[in-house]
């Protein structure tokens, strides 16, 4: 029964410290993964950042992050920190926009007539883009 004890403990504290990097890692490949679609999209809409006037994000982020979390990590070149609004509930008020105003449906169809998407994963640019992103400081062994 002991060994079986000992056995199950190492286990934990590996997992518990594994867990702990793999979330870093997480973080790090999250903010890797943003910048580098942010500079994707300004190189496709041929952009500069300072060019642009507003930053929205929404959902989970826009209800988690604040200026001094972005300042904290590389999401964002640091000219758009400041044109950051954070808007966590986007969908909640949209759809209560197209439930409850009379030209709702219409507003709706007409934002969805000029969104475009631009698929990013696989693309040589987002590659490129996101390793640059990911900014590792590797060491010689």
């Known amino acids: 029964m002991r060994a079986d004890r000992r056995w199950h403990q190492p286990r934990w504290i590996t ?4 867990w702990e ?9 999250a903010e890797g993964a943003v910048r580098a679609g ?3 999209l300004l190189q ?12 929205r994000i929404a959902g989970a982020l826009g209800g988690a992050l604040s200026i001094s ?11 758009m920190l400041e044109k950051c609004r954070f808007h966590g509930a986007g969908v909640l ?4 926009v197209f439930l409850l105003e009379k030209t709702g449906p219409v507003r709706v169809k007409c934002l969805a007539g000029q969104l475009k998407t631009y698929p990013l994963s696989g693309t040589p640019a987002f590659e490129k883009a996101f390793l640059a992103a990911l900014d590792f400081h590797l060491q010689p062994a």
Not at 21 to 29: A, F, Y
Not at 93 to 96: Q, Y
Request: hydrophobic share 35%; charged share 30%; net charge positive.
């Open 15 to 18: 997992r518990s410290k594994v």
């Open 21 to 29: 990097q793999t979330s870093s890692s997480g973080l790090k490949l």
């Open 38 to 40: 942010i500079e994707c």
């Open 44 to 55: 496709r809409a041929k952009l500069q950042p300072g060019q642009i006037e507003a930053v």
């Open 69 to 79: 979390d972005l300042k904290g990590v590389a999401m964002l070149p640091k000219i």
């Open 93 to 96: 008020d949209g759809l209560k």
